[in-house]
Protein backbone atom coordinates (compact mmCIF):
# COMPACT_ATOMS: atom_id res chain seq x y z
CA UNK A 1 0.00 0.00 0.00
CA UNK A 2 1.40 3.45 -1.26
CA UNK A 3 2.59 5.77 1.88
CA UNK A 4 1.79 9.47 1.69
CA UNK A 5 0.92 12.35 4.41
CA UNK A 6 -1.67 15.18 3.13
CA UNK A 7 -2.47 18.61 4.30
CA UNK A 8 -1.95 22.25 5.04
CA UNK A 9 1.67 22.87 5.41
CA UNK A 10 3.30 25.34 8.52
CA UNK A 11 6.02 27.02 6.79
CA UNK A 12 9.09 28.76 8.51
CA UNK A 13 12.30 29.42 7.39
CA UNK A 14 15.83 28.95 8.52
CA UNK A 15 17.35 28.18 12.03
CA UNK A 16 14.24 27.55 13.65
CA UNK A 17 16.06 26.65 17.50
CA UNK A 18 15.08 23.73 19.90
CA UNK A 19 13.63 26.95 21.83
CA UNK A 20 11.31 27.99 19.23
CA UNK A 21 10.15 24.19 18.54
CA UNK A 22 9.67 23.61 22.42
CA UNK A 23 10.81 26.32 24.92
CA UNK A 24 12.66 25.29 27.82
CA UNK A 25 10.05 26.22 30.74
CA UNK A 26 7.81 23.03 28.84
CA UNK A 27 10.72 20.75 29.47
CA UNK A 28 9.23 19.59 32.78
CA UNK A 29 6.60 17.87 31.20
CA UNK A 30 7.01 14.48 30.72
CA UNK A 31 5.95 12.31 27.16
CA UNK A 32 5.81 9.44 28.99
CA UNK A 33 2.71 10.62 30.85
CA UNK A 34 -0.40 10.98 28.29
CA UNK A 35 -1.60 14.06 29.81
CA UNK A 36 1.57 15.20 29.88
CA UNK A 37 2.65 14.06 26.10
CA UNK A 38 -0.81 16.19 24.87
CA UNK A 39 -0.06 19.26 26.69
CA UNK A 40 3.40 19.35 25.18
CA UNK A 41 1.77 19.22 22.11
CA UNK A 42 -0.09 22.01 22.56
CA UNK A 43 3.08 24.25 23.10
CA UNK A 44 4.90 22.85 20.08
CA UNK A 45 6.15 25.81 17.89
CA UNK A 46 4.81 28.59 20.52
CA UNK A 47 8.70 30.01 20.95
CA UNK A 48 8.58 31.19 17.30
CA UNK A 49 7.99 35.17 16.42
CA UNK A 50 4.64 36.60 16.13
CA UNK A 51 4.85 36.80 12.11
CA UNK A 52 4.15 33.19 11.73
CA UNK A 53 0.80 33.03 13.49
CA UNK A 54 -0.41 30.45 15.29
CA UNK A 55 0.79 26.76 15.06
CA UNK A 56 -2.00 25.22 17.72
CA UNK A 57 -4.76 27.34 17.87
CA UNK A 58 -5.11 28.61 21.55
CA UNK A 59 -7.12 26.02 23.79
CA UNK A 60 -6.55 23.29 21.65
CA UNK A 61 -3.87 20.91 21.62
CA UNK A 62 -3.82 19.67 17.89
CA UNK A 63 -2.56 21.65 14.77
CA UNK A 64 -3.98 21.21 11.80
CA UNK A 65 -0.71 20.96 10.24
CA UNK A 66 0.72 17.85 9.44
CA UNK A 67 3.42 18.53 7.31
CA UNK A 68 6.13 21.62 8.37
CA UNK A 69 8.02 22.96 5.52
CA UNK A 70 11.42 25.11 6.60
CA UNK A 71 14.48 26.01 5.62
CA UNK A 72 18.45 25.03 6.64
CA UNK A 73 19.36 23.72 9.76
CA UNK A 74 16.53 22.77 11.10
CA UNK A 75 15.89 21.57 14.97
CA UNK A 76 19.33 23.59 16.04
CA UNK A 77 20.15 24.38 19.35
CA UNK A 78 19.71 21.93 22.51
CA UNK A 79 20.02 18.67 21.76
CA UNK A 80 16.34 17.81 23.55
CA UNK A 81 14.38 15.14 22.66
CA UNK A 82 11.40 16.76 23.39
CA UNK A 83 11.52 19.32 20.44
CA UNK A 84 10.66 16.21 17.76
CA UNK A 85 8.19 14.72 20.03
CA UNK A 86 6.10 17.97 20.87
CA UNK A 87 5.72 18.10 17.27
CA UNK A 88 4.50 14.62 16.84
CA UNK A 89 2.25 15.20 20.04
CA UNK A 90 0.84 18.11 18.24
CA UNK A 91 -0.06 16.59 15.27
CA UNK A 92 2.55 16.85 12.51
CA UNK A 93 3.94 13.67 10.77
CA UNK A 94 6.61 15.39 9.14
CA UNK A 95 9.20 17.96 8.33
CA UNK A 96 10.37 18.31 5.53
CA UNK A 97 13.87 21.06 5.06
CA UNK A 98 16.90 21.96 3.74
CA UNK A 99 19.27 20.60 6.24
CA UNK A 100 19.01 19.75 9.91
CA UNK A 101 20.62 19.67 12.73
CA UNK A 102 22.22 16.12 13.36
CA UNK A 103 21.19 15.66 17.03
CA UNK A 104 17.42 16.87 15.69
CA UNK A 105 17.48 14.52 13.09
CA UNK A 106 18.43 11.33 15.11
CA UNK A 107 15.71 12.44 17.46
CA UNK A 108 13.60 12.15 14.99
CA UNK A 109 14.38 8.98 14.42
CA UNK A 110 14.81 7.57 17.49
CA UNK A 111 12.11 8.34 19.42
CA UNK A 112 9.78 7.78 15.96
CA UNK A 113 7.26 10.88 16.21
CA UNK A 114 7.81 12.20 12.83
CA UNK A 115 9.76 11.57 9.44
CA UNK A 116 12.63 14.53 8.65
CA UNK A 117 12.77 14.33 5.44
CA UNK A 118 15.74 16.57 3.50
CA UNK A 119 14.86 18.61 0.02
CA UNK A 120 17.76 19.84 -1.90
CA UNK A 121 16.56 22.99 -3.47
CA UNK A 122 15.38 25.87 -0.90
CA UNK A 123 12.05 25.01 -0.71
CA UNK A 124 10.40 26.99 2.31
CA UNK A 125 9.39 30.32 -0.09
CA UNK A 126 7.53 28.09 -2.50
CA UNK A 127 4.95 27.61 -0.31
CA UNK A 128 2.45 29.14 1.66
CA UNK A 129 1.32 28.20 5.04
CA UNK A 130 -2.25 26.57 4.78
CA UNK A 131 -1.03 25.07 0.72
CA UNK A 132 -1.99 21.86 0.51
CA UNK A 133 0.97 19.46 0.03
CA UNK A 134 1.85 15.82 -0.41
CA UNK A 135 4.34 13.95 0.13
CA UNK A 136 4.90 10.75 -1.52
CA UNK A 137 6.76 8.02 -0.03
CA UNK A 138 6.93 5.85 -2.72
CA UNK A 139 8.48 8.55 -5.31
CA UNK A 140 10.77 10.72 -2.51
CA UNK A 141 8.45 13.50 -3.41
CA UNK A 142 6.85 16.50 -1.97
CA UNK A 143 4.03 17.82 -4.36
CA UNK A 144 2.48 21.27 -3.44
CA UNK A 145 -0.99 20.71 -4.69
CA UNK A 146 -1.95 24.41 -4.32
CA UNK A 147 0.57 25.32 -7.12
CA UNK A 148 1.00 21.68 -9.07
CA UNK A 149 4.54 21.82 -8.20
CA UNK A 150 6.55 18.88 -7.37
CA UNK A 151 9.67 18.81 -5.31
CA UNK A 152 12.20 15.64 -5.56
CA UNK A 153 12.92 14.45 -1.87
CA UNK A 154 16.00 12.61 -0.14
CA UNK A 155 15.20 9.34 0.97
CA UNK A 156 14.55 7.97 4.05
CA UNK A 157 17.06 5.40 3.88
CA UNK A 158 17.19 3.28 6.60
CA UNK A 159 15.36 5.33 9.55
CA UNK A 160 12.07 5.13 8.09
CA UNK A 161 11.49 1.57 9.08
CA UNK A 162 13.06 2.88 12.61
CA UNK A 163 10.31 5.62 12.94
CA UNK A 164 7.49 3.30 11.67
CA UNK A 165 8.18 0.99 14.41
CA UNK A 166 7.79 3.70 16.82
CA UNK A 167 11.48 4.76 17.60
CA UNK A 168 14.64 2.90 18.15
CA UNK A 169 13.80 0.89 21.10
CA UNK A 170 10.36 -0.64 19.39
CA UNK A 171 12.52 -1.23 16.12
CA UNK A 172 15.54 -2.85 18.14
CA UNK A 173 12.97 -5.36 19.66
CA UNK A 174 10.99 -5.22 16.20
CA UNK A 175 13.96 -6.48 14.81
CA UNK A 176 15.56 -8.81 17.94
CA UNK A 177 18.05 -6.52 18.47
CA UNK A 178 16.92 -6.44 22.06
CA UNK A 179 14.35 -9.02 23.63
CA UNK A 180 10.83 -7.87 24.28
CA UNK A 181 9.92 -7.05 27.28
CA UNK A 182 7.08 -9.23 29.05
Known amino acids: MPKTIRGP ?13 IPAEYLT ?10 KLGSYALIGLPDRYGKFVEPGQTKTKYPIV ?6 GCGSSR ?12 EAVVAQSYARIF ?4 AATGELYPWECE ?19 NLLINETTGKTYPLRPLGEIRPV ?5 LFAYARQTGMIPNRA
Open 69 to 74: IAGENF
Open 29 to 38: LVPSNPEEYE
Open 81 to 92: EHAPIALGASGV
Open 105 to 108: FRNC
Open 9 to 21: VFVVDDNIDTDQI
Open 163 to 167: IEAGG
Open 121 to 139: TRIYPEFNTGDIATIDFDQ
